[in-house]
T-cell receptor
């Protein structure tokens, strides 16, 4: 059974460029979460969707960040323009309802 | 404000040397407390969920316990393959969509 799938696994870009991270949740799950992990701040929730609808985006750091979930099997997190302080590992997780969240392998983003 | 604090930040053990990791939490109403394991370069892997004080769960050499203020992850006779970062997270009754994570405890078990 496939777990959460994220792409790309690694992304290196230059400051000012647009970055798009992708996530495919586990089939049948109806909640999807985007997290960011850094050494300084640990694992922090950016935004989560329930039934494709954004429920809480209070963790999105600023307007440069946006997330969409056009259907139950796909979500994107976009950063435009990117900045060096956005360098982190971004995780996607999914679940059914409010049950245990299952995490993907993450995307390591480096902004030069 | 809901908060999770894990201690110690890092722990080094010899193979076979049992110990415990602590997770202290402050939450307006606890729906669940979660333990995850994270290996370098990978996503967090689910271990346990605890819902009420007094509850205990076990898996191989790991045992998680819960009180009204904290949770412990007991590691009995650890092996080098238990080396990882262990993350604790709480889920509040009022906002069951969110997990609030602690900073984690990095465990190293030496042979």
């Amino acid at each position: 059974d496939a777990g959460v799938i994220q792409s790309p696994r690694h992304e290196v870009t230059e400051m000012g460029q647009e970055v798009t991270l992708r996530c495919k949740p586990i089939s049948g799950h109806n909640s999807l979460f985007w997290y960011r992990q850094t050494m300084m701040r640990g694992l922090e929730l950016l935004i989560y969707f329930n039934n494709n609808v954004p429920i809480d985006d209070s963790g999105m750091p600023e307007d440069r960040f946006s997330a969409k979930m056009p259907n139950a099997s796909f979500s994107t997190l976009k950063i435009q323009p990117s900045e060096p302080r956005d360098s982190a590992v971004y995780f996607c997780a999914s679940t059914w309802g409010t049950d245990t969240q299952y995490f993907g392998p993450g995307t390591r983003l480096t902004v030069l | 404000e809901d908060q999770v604090t894990q201690s110690p930040e890092a722990l080094r053990l010899q193979e076979g040397e049992s110990s415990s990791l602590n997770c202290s939490y402050t939450v307006s109403g606890l729906r669940g407390l979660f333990w995850y394991r994270q290996d370098p370069g990978k996503g967090p892997e689910f271990l346990f969920t605890l819902y009420s004080a007094g509850e205990e769960k076990e898996k191989e050499r790991l045992k998680a316990t819960l009180t009204k203020k904290e949770s412990f992850l007991h590691i009995t006779a650890p092996k080098p393959e238990d080396s990882a970062t262990y993350l604790c997270a709480v889920q509040a009754v009022q906002d069951t969509g969110k997990l609030i994570f602690g900073q984690g405890t990095t465990l190293q078990v030496k042979p």
